[in-house]
């Protein structure tokens, strides 16, 4: 099995910065793609960003050229910078890991991000 705890949440005005940390622990040699999704009060849970083990990268519309989203294999960490924060950008991001089929192996506990105006 795949742990994931999350870290790096909080409260930030808007345009201002917050880096969000993943770590993952227990059978890690079955992931292969790692992401960060988010889910908003009343909303359905989104893709925000996802890596792959090679470094590919895929973004959602609403925050490309804001978030960017890394991975230190060494350290089973992933990482979401998210810079030029945006109310909308409210909800509680969750990590998430898959396997190279795309199934999801675990979910991440969730932090909260708001972003005040």
């Known amino acids: 099995q795949v742990q994931l705890v999350e870290s790096g949440g909080g409260l930030v005005q808007a345009g201002g910065s917050l880096r969000l940390s993943c770590v993952a622990s227990?059978?890690?040699?079955?992931?292969?793609?790692m992401g960060w999704y988010r889910q908003a009060p009343g909303k359905q849970r989104e893709l925000v960003a996802r890596i792959s083990t090679g470094g590919s990268t895929d973004y959602a519309d609403s925050v490309k050229g804001r978030f960017t989203i890394s991975r230190d294999n060494a350290k089973n960490t992933v990482y979401l910078q998210m810079d030029s924060l945006k109310p909308e950008d409210t909800a509680v991001y969750y990590c998430?890991?898959?396997?190279?089929?795309?199934?999801?192996?675990?979910w991440g506990q969730g932090t909260q991000v708001t972003v005040s105006s």
């Open positions: 998430n890991a898959a396997d190279h089929r795309g199934y999801t192996l675990a």
């Open positions: 227990g059978s890690i040699f079955s992931i292969s793609a």
